[in-house]
Structures are given as structure tokens and as C-alpha cells.
């Protein structure tokens, strides 16, 4: 992937000092980071640089990185892009019940904030529950949330698992749900009556997860959400200065832009 932005068109919505990407990738280089032999699918190399190069065509100041599942467990790529710019950068980690205890402050100090977990079938469906559970057990005392990427039809089974987490959690991708089924689809109904609890926000980026191109379909989805996030007084998602959940009331999250 290119790293040089200085031809693209640049945007013409000028977004506002301190404007978060709450939710991207870097992948590789695999010649330093390669790619777990697990993986369920291999992009090309998209590093760090490509990253810099366009938040800064975007005018994007801070970020959130995720942990891309083709790394599987094998967080460095993401911590050297932190370690980059470690004032205005945190990420969300892939681990499991091997990390130690001094793996887990290791990941605190590289500036590492939550753990995700795929629920999502292409990319291999319901993790180990039990893993799951004890890593959630592990992390709370960390002050970290838990980051969830699942299927729509996967939010009602669920639910009763995310009302019982002891911690803060994100739900990725506006639950992925269908958007030409509408705001009053079940899947998206739960979505906001789980919104509605003081631990829980919901990511409002992923337009091309729930809606094809030019993604209209997806534009009552999220004004929902962000109406949610209005009513209940919320002026900000839970990626803030300091990149953690923040506490009081939940709500919506939103991003200044998404990647795979």
C-alpha cells in the first residue's frame, strides 16, 4: 500500500481538533509482523506508516487500533504503530488465557486499553467460551473493556452473556446489523436496549459492514445511535483523550473512520 497521501483529494468536511479514528488496522509488514498461519484471510501489507500518512490526510489527531485478526495473538504490530505516537495512540488487543499476568501489564504499558473478541462466522465464530470468561476475570481489574464483533443475528443470543459482563463493552460496527431491515428489526432493537446500560457503546462506524455502496441505507442506522448517545447526554464515545471507556451512562461511539 502506498504511504505517500500528498496527491489524494483531501476532504472537504474538516474534521474537529483532537478528532479520534476509533476503530483501524495495521497489517505487517509481514516480512517484521508476519501474519498468524490461522489467519482467515491475508491483506496486503497496510504498516504504520500507511496509517500516519492517512490520518493525516483525514486531519485525524488520535486513534484506537485494533488488533487485526490475521496477527491472530501477536500484538507487535499494533504496539510499535503506538509506540509511534504513544500520547495520541491506545489499542485494543487479541489475547487469551496463556498471557500472563506480566504479559497483560506489558500490553498496559505498550498502551493497550481492551481485548477483542470475534463472534463473527467468516472469521471463525463463537470463541472458547471458557478462555473468554477467564480472560474477562483477568483484564477487569486492569481497568480495560472488552470489545465484541458480532453477527445480527447473534445480539438476542447473546444478550443475557453481555448483561452479565463486570466491565465495560464495545459493540463493533453498529452490531452489524442488516440496514435495509430497518431500525425496527429485532437485532437492532436489542442493540439499543443493550446501548441503554451504563457499561455498554456501541461503535458507530462500519458502514460497508451493514450496507452497500453508497451506503444511504446505512444513514438511519447510525443517526439512531446517535441519538441514543444525545438523549442520554453523552457528548463523547468511550475513546476519549485518555482512550477508555468513560464512566456513567453508555451510548454511541463514534469514528472518524474504518477500515477491514
Given at each position: 500500500m502506498p504511504h505517500d497521501f500528498s496527491?489524494?483529494?483531501?476532504?472537504?468536511?474538516?474534521?474537529?481538533?483532537?478528532?479520534?479514528?476509533?476503530?483501524?488496522?495495521?497489517?505487517?509488514?509481514?516480512?517484521?509482523?508476519?501474519?498468524?498461519?490461522?489467519?482467515?484471510?491475508?491483506?496486503?501489507?497496510?504498516?504504520?506508516?500507511?496509517?500516519?500518512?492517512?490520518?493525516?490526510?483525514?486531519?485525524?489527531?488520535?486513534?484506537?487500533?485494533?488488533?487485526?485478526?490475521?496477527?491472530?495473538?501477536?500484538?507487535?504490530?499494533?504496539?510499535?504503530?503506538i509506540a509511534d505516537a504513544p500520547d495520541k495512540r491506545r489499542g485494543v488487543a487479541m489475547v487469551d488465557d496463556t498471557f500472563t499476568d506480566r504479559d497483560l501489564a506489558a500490553l498496559d504499558r505498550g498502551g493497550i486499553r481492551a481485548v477483542r473478541f470475534n463472534f463473527v462466522r467468516h472469521l471463525g465464530g463463537t470463541p472458547d467460551m471458557d478462555v473468554?470468561?477467564?480472560?474477562?476475570?483477568?483484564?477487569?481489574?486492569?481497568?480495560?473493556?472488552?470489545?465484541?464483533?458480532?453477527?445480527?443475528?447473534?445480539?438476542?443470543?447473546?444478550?443475557?452473556?453481555?448483561?452479565?459482563?463486570?466491565?465495560?463493552?464495545?459493540?463493533?460496527?453498529?452490531?452489524?446489523?442488516?440496514?435495509?431491515?430497518?431500525?425496527?428489526?429485532?437485532a437492532f432493537r436489542a442493540l439499543l436496549e443493550l446501548a441503554k446500560r451504563k457499561n455498554c457503546w456501541i461503535k458507530v462506524c462500519g458502514a460497508e459492514r451493514i450496507s452497500l455502496p453508497p451506503y444511504a441505507a446505512a444513514v438511519p442506522i447510525a443517526r439512531a445511535m446517535r441519538g441514543l448517545s444525545k438523549r442520554s447526554g453523552q457528548r463523547r464515545g468511550p475513546l476519549t483523550p485518555t482512550l477508555s471507556p468513560q464512566a456513567g451512562r453508555g451510548g454511541a461511539c463514534c469514528t472518524a473512520g474504518d477500515h477491514q
Open positions: 496527491k489524494r483529494r483531501k476532504p472537504r468536511f474538516k474534521l474537529p481538533p483532537g478528532a479520534c479514528d476509533a476503530h483501524n488496522h495495521v497489517f505487517g509488514p509481514a516480512a517484521k509482523f508476519p501474519y498468524a498461519p490461522e489467519r482467515r484471510y491475508t491483506p496486503e501489507d497496510a504498516p504504520k506508516e500507511a496509517l500516519t500518512a492517512l490520518h493525516a490526510l483525514l486531519r485525524v489527531e488520535r486513534a484506537a487500533i485494533v488488533q487485526a485478526s490475521c496477527h491472530g495473538k501477536d500484538n507487535r504490530a499494533m504496539l510499535d504503530a473468554f470468561y477467564r480472560v474477562i476475570d483477568r483484564i477487569k481489574g486492569l481497568g480495560w473493556h472488552v470489545v465484541l464483533h458480532m453477527d445480527a443475528p447473534d445480539i438476542v443470543p447473546l444478550g443475557d452473556m453481555m448483561r452479565k459482563l463486570p466491565l465495560p463493552f464495545v459493540i463493533d460496527h453498529m452490531g452489524r446489523v442488516e440496514a435495509t431491515a430497518g431500525t425496527e428489526q429485532p
